[in-house]
C-alpha cells in the first residue's frame, strides 16, 4: 500500500495514476488533547487502520495524482535522524572536495555517528524546496528514508526491519560551511519526504533498491542500498541504543555519490525502485 497526504491534510491510497480518497478512516483515530502524545497518531495505529482503508477504497473517490499537492506522507514525527557519509564514494567524494569539507575532516560513519534534523524541515515534494543563504553552495542528497511503525529501544539490528512501517524518498538538502551539520540541514523545507509511504510489505526487501537523482534532467546521483556502509538494520540498531524511536520518526540513511548545487528555478527528480518518483521544485526562500 502507498499512503500519501494530499492536498488539505487529505488522506490518499496511491494507485497507478490515481489516489484514492480515504480520509474517513482518519476519524477512527483518537482525539487529543493537550499535552499532545509524541510521535504519529497515524503511523502508529496504521496496523489496526488497515483493514479500514481497505474496505474505504472499495468506495473512495479517485483523483489524478497530476491533480494533488503531495505533503509528506508524515505529519508528525517527534524526529529526523539522518546518516552521513554512510556510501564509501560519497566519503571518498566528500573527502576530495574543499567545496564540501570546508577544511574540516570528514570522519567515517562509525566514528561521527548519526545526527538530527528538525522536524520544522520536513516538506512533501508538492511544496518545494525555498533556499536560504544563496551566497552559499545549496546541495540535494537523495537518500532511502524509512518510517519508525512503532517504539523502537536498543533493538539488534537482526531484528530492527520489524519496527519498520514502510519506506519513502528523502532529500536531504544542505547548505555547504563550516557550522555543524543539524544547523546547516535543518532549515524550512531542507528535509522532502514523499512521494508517499510504501509500506513494508509493498517493498520487500530493501536492502536492494535503486536510487538516483536528476536535476534538470541531469542525472547526478545513482547507487544501490546494498551499497551502504552501515545497513538499514544497524542503522535503526544504532539510533535506537541512544534513544527511543517513535511511530512516525524518519531515518535517512545516507545519499552516494554525486552530490552537487541546485540553484532557484531548478527542478528535481529523485526515484527509489520498489516506491516511485517525485518531483521537486527549487525556489529562493
Known amino acids: 500500500m502507498r499512503l500519501c497526504r494530499f492536498d488539505d491534510n487529505r488522506l490518499g491510497v496511491a494507485i497507478g495514476n490515481e ?6 478512516v482518519v476519524a477512527r483515530l483518537p482525539a487529543q488533547r493537550w499535552p499532545l502524545p509524541k510521535g504519529d497518531p497515524l503511523v502508529a495505529a496504521l496496523g489496526e487502520l488497515r483493514p479500514q482503508i481497505e474496505a474505504e477504497l472499495e468506495r473512495a473517490p479517485a483523483r489524478r495524482l497530476s ?15 539522518a546518516a552521513p557519509v554512510n ?50 553552495r545549496n546541495d540535494h542528497e537523495v537518500e532511502l ?3 519508525i511503525g512503532k517504539p523502537a529501544d536498543r533493538v539488534p539490528a537482526a531484528d530492527a526491519l520489524s519496527y519498520v512501517a514502510g519506506y519513502a524518498i528523502g532529500l536531504d538538502m544542505t547548505i ?11 532549515c524550512d523545507s531542507y528535509c522532502v519526504l514523499g512521494p508517499w509511504l510504501a509500506t513494508a510489505d509493498e ?10 537523482i536528476a536535476v534538470n534532467g541531469e542525472r547526478r546521483q545513482h547507487a544501490n542500498t546494498r551499497d551502504l556502509v552501515l545497513g538499514l538494520g544497524t542503522l535503526i ?4 541504543s541512544f534513544y527511543t524511536l517513535l511511530p512516525g520518526d524518519v531515518l535517512l540513511t545516507g545519499t552516494p555519490e554525486g552530490v552537487g548545487p541546485v540553484l532557484p528555478g531548478d527542478v528535481m527528480e529523485a526515484a527509489i525502485s520498489g516506491i516511485g518518483s517525485m ?3 527549487v525556489r529562493a526562500a
Open 237 to 240: 540498531e544504532l539510533a535506537s
Open 279 to 281: 518531483r521537486v521544485e
Open 145 to 147: 528514508a524509512l518510517v
Open 203 to 212: 517493498i520487500g526487501d530493501p536492502t536492494g533498491l535503486d536510487l538516483s
Open 19 to 24: 489516489v484514492r480518497d480515504v480520509t474517513p
Open 67 to 81: 491533480e494533488v499537492r503531495l505533503l509528506s506522507p508524515v505529519a508528525n514525527p517527534s524526529k529526523i535522524v
Open 87 to 136: 556510501y564509501r564514494r560519497h566519503l571518498e567524494e566528500a573527502r576530495a572536495d574543499a567545496a564540501i569539507h570546508f577544511q574540516k575532516q570528514v570522519e567515517e560513519i562509525q566514528r561521527v555517528g548519526l545526527f538530527l534534523k528538525a522536524t520544522s524541515a520536513l516538506v512533501g515534494p508538492s511544496e518545494g524546496v525555498a533556499l536560504r543563504h544563496l551566497d552559499r
Open 176 to 186: 555547504r560551511g563550516p557550522e555543524e551539520r543539524s544547523l546547516r540541514k535543518s
